[in-house]
């Protein structure tokens, strides 16, 4: 799968700057993958094949970008899909979670920062429904999830992070390109 991800420029190598100012040499971009049905259907797969014994019922796309990839799981899975409105904490319009839903996050990119899913785990809570997994194209955690549930990613990498002054590849003088911002 990561050839598919090179070849698509999901993933790409090289000397990046991010937005808080720290070096990377590696660069993901989800959505350069999930342009292509095609392809976005053989990563969804990768993900579905996990979650078939536990017939999840809802899909949330908890971020803007992770939308077309949860699309496709939910269609292979014959679950309901919902997804967060851009820049909020809460699902879109009238789209809502129902008591007893079997439920499962699809992100297109899960790091240790789990506060993006606090409030959906509230409302989850709420309605009396069950979170049952994550999932996501690209898994950078460095530890084990405090969300206890099944956590299945296409793609396990460590995320090299380095301060300026510490950078290997800004003492060879290797030219840097700054990261767009992303929400």
Not at 119 to 139: K, N, Q, T
Not at 154 to 174: A, G, Y
Request: negative net charge.
């Amino acid at each position: 799968m990561q050839d598919i991800l090179i070849s698509t420029g999901a993933i790409q190598y090289g000397h990046f700057v991010r937005q808080d100012g720290k070096h990377t040499d590696i660069l993901f971009s989800p959505a350069k993958a999930f342009q292509f049905p095609p392809t976005c259907r053989k990563l969804a797969y990768e993900i579905v094949k996990h979650f078939w014994d536990i017939d999840p019922q809802v899909i949330i796309a908890c971020r803007i970008g992770a939308l077309p990839f949860a699309a496709e799981i939910a269609r292979q899975l014959e679950a309901r899909l919902l997804w967060l409105m851009p820049g909020s904490d809460l699902l879109y319009q009238s789209l809502e979670l129902h008591s007893g839903d079997r439920v499962v996050f699809i992100d297109d990119i899960l790091t240790d920062d789990i506060s993006l899913y606090k409030p959906m785990i509230r409302e989850i809570l709420r309605v009396d429904a069950r979170l049952i997994g994550m999932a996501s194209l690209i898994d950078l955690t460095s530890k084990k999830s405090p969300i206890n549930v099944r956590q299945i990613s296409v793609l396990k990498r460590e995320d090299h992070i380095f301060n300026p002054e510490d950078c290997v590849m800004c003492t060879q003088h290797i030219e840097s390109i700054h990261i767009p911002h992303r929400p």
